[in-house]
């Protein structure tokens, strides 16, 4: 019975990718402006995604029911929850605010997160590593990647910014020609405040992330802080993003550097997930390749 709840789970993470594949070109083309009835291929995409949604819930909770477990135990389920995570939060956002126009990216780097994992570090259902099997998985884990999901949106969001703010900028008719497809988003300031209101969300998460980690460690290993690579880099986070938020809110940090510093940061958690989690040795290694 495990093999095949495992089984039906990686179909329907391939059905999922196979939807949001289907959705990230609808949103290309909406945004390039190539295609006709643009307005009603970016409500398609929106739509297909959540289908691809639905199926990515399916396919983690089959990983969960065949294990026996949260399926947060290595990079394959990692990558599983956390893009479904980013998901959720641009879906979630979308009711509120009309951000279609970043399905594009969102769609694009979900895809491309589950196919390395799935191609790359798939591995088979295995028990959880004794430190692992604590509560404190569900609410450390699942609040990081909330956490990830804002700062994701937060760094499209900035480089939408970034870009915005170079159409505007434009002088002459070939430049303003060259970024007329950005006709289509809000303006650069817009665009800031959206990102600073979601990083400032994903912010608060990353900080009870960084505490819950330490209560967690010193049940798991006696001790709050050990300078283990994950603590650090997680500590390296909070740090570019506490500065970012100090930086917006002084008028002279407003702008490309502001959003060149929320772009820095999702870096960093991007490195945090996959290098770290890769190559580095440590306490924290539980990418299940080994």
Do not use: C
Request: hydrophobic share 55%; glycine share 8%; no cysteine.
């Amino acid at each position: 019975m495990t093999d095949t709840f495992s089984q039906f789970s990686v179909l329907s993470l391939y059905s999922a990718m196979g939807l949001y594949a289907v959705a990230f070109i609808l949103f290309t083309l909406d945004l390039s402006g190539l295609a006709s009835a643009k307005a009603r291929l970016a409500r398609i995409g929106l739509s297909i995604t959540w289908l691809g949604f639905a199926l990515q819930i399916v396919a983690t909770v089959l990983r969960g029911i065949a294990a026996s477990r949260v399926p947060w135990a290595n990079m394959y389920e990692f990558a599983m929850t956390g893009t479904l995570m980013i998901m959720s939060v641009f879906l979630i956002v979308n009711l509120k605010w009309d951000i279609r126009y970043l399905g594009a990216f969102i769609t694009g780097l979900v895809l491309l997160l589950l196919g390395i994992s799935a191609t790359r570090y798939y591995v088979e259902v295995v028990p959880l590593p004794p430190a692992l099997q604590s509560y404190w998985l569900v609410i450390h884990v699942f609040v990081a990647t909330l956490a990830t999901g804002f700062f994701a949106l937060g760094f499209a969001l900035s480089l939408a910014q970034l870009l915005q703010e170079r159409r505007e900028r434009a002088t002459t008719d070939k430049q303003a020609s060259r970024w007329a497809w950005l006709s289509r988003l809000p303006n650069s300031v817009t665009l800031e405040n959206f990102a600073y209101r979601l990083i400032i969300v994903g912010f608060v998460l990353w900080t009870f992330t960084l505490i819950a980690g330490a209560v967690w460690a010193e049940k798991a290993w006696g001790r709050y802080w050990g300078w283990d690579v994950k603590e650090v880099w997680t500590f390296i986070i909070w740090t570019i993003y506490a500065g970012y938020l100090h930086a917006r809110s002084t008028r002279g940090w407003r702008g490309s550097r502001s959003a060149t510093l929320a772009m820095i940061g999702f870096g960093a958690v991007i490195f945090n997930f996959t290098v770290v989690n890769i190559f580095f040795k440590g306490l924290h290694a539980y990418s299940g390749l080994s």
